[in-house]
């Protein structure tokens, strides 16, 4: 997969709601060695939008975990769930208004978990700026692939109101 123009502060610096879906057809790139790279476009991402969203961190508060989410947007927020898998967040919008747009698939892999197992995601990612790091980033291409909404997925805590919001984004699968 060729390269493309990364993608900079001004992407990421924008509502979620139009971050998430723009993200899909983009190109994840991460670094797997001194002069070697992986690309995979994404395939499926999910918003959460601040501190009234049921569903985001942030509507319990600011706290260590959660403290990347208030910078400005480009930058990356990842946590560990069910004691085995770390999720990928890419943060959106202006500082103090804590939004990130989850990375639930790419090329190949479908599920955040297997996303973060196969690129090797871990804790230090953590506040990684997209826009200039040297190990992961965003390229932007000419596909503008068909997307589909659909609730988010795992988040029934968060009551019928927010698990029913259309802010899961995803490719539509040719038959």
Same mark, same amino acid.
Request: charge should be positive.
């Given at each position: 997969m060729a390269a493309g123009k990364r993608l900079n502060y001004n992407f990421f610096m924008r509502d979620v709601l139009k971050v998430a879906p723009e #993200?899909?057809?983009k190109i994840l790139v991460i670094?797997?060695?001194?002069? +070697?790279?992986? /690309?995979y476009?994404?395939?499926?991402t999910e918003a959460y939008r601040g501190s009234e969203d049921e569903a985001c961190h942030a509507s319990k508060g600011r706290t260590a975990r959660t403290e990347v989410m208030y910078h400005e947007g480009g930058?990356?927020?990842v946590y560990f769930v069910y004691g085995m898998?770390?999720? #990928?967040?890419?943060?959106?919008?202006?500082?103090?208004?804590?939004?990130? +747009?989850?990375? /639930?698939?790419i090329e190949g892999f479908i599920g955040p978990g297997r996303v973060t197992k196969a690129l090797k995601i871990d804790k230090s990612y953590y506040d990684e700026d997209l826009t200039t790091s040297k190990r992961i980033w965003v390229e932007d291409t000419e596909i503008r692939p068909?997307?589909?909404t659909g609730p988010r997925i795992g988040i029934n805590y968060a009551g019928d109101?927010?698990?029913?919001?259309?802010w899961r984004f995803f490719i539509i699968k040719n038959s």
């Amino acid at each position: 997969m060729a390269a493309g123009k990364r993608l900079n502060y001004n992407f990421f610096m924008r509502d979620v709601l139009k971050v998430a879906p723009e #993200l899909i057809g983009k190109i994840l790139v991460i670094r797997t060695g001194k002069n +070697a790279f992986r /690309r995979y476009m994404i395939t499926e991402t999910e918003a959460y939008r601040g501190s009234e969203d049921e569903a985001c961190h942030a509507s319990k508060g600011r706290t260590a975990r959660t403290e990347v989410m208030y910078h400005e947007g480009g930058k990356i927020y990842v946590y560990f769930v069910y004691g085995m898998y770390w999720m #990928l967040n890419f943060v959106a919008g202006e500082k103090n208004d804590p939004q990130a +747009a989850l990375i /639930r698939g790419i090329e190949g892999f479908i599920g955040p978990g297997r996303v973060t197992k196969a690129l090797k995601i871990d804790k230090s990612y953590y506040d990684e700026d997209l826009t200039t790091s040297k190990r992961i980033w965003v390229e932007d291409t000419e596909i503008r692939p068909d997307i589909k909404t659909g609730p988010r997925i795992g988040i029934n805590y968060a009551g019928d109101i927010w698990k029913n919001k259309p802010w899961r984004f995803f490719i539509i699968k040719n038959s």
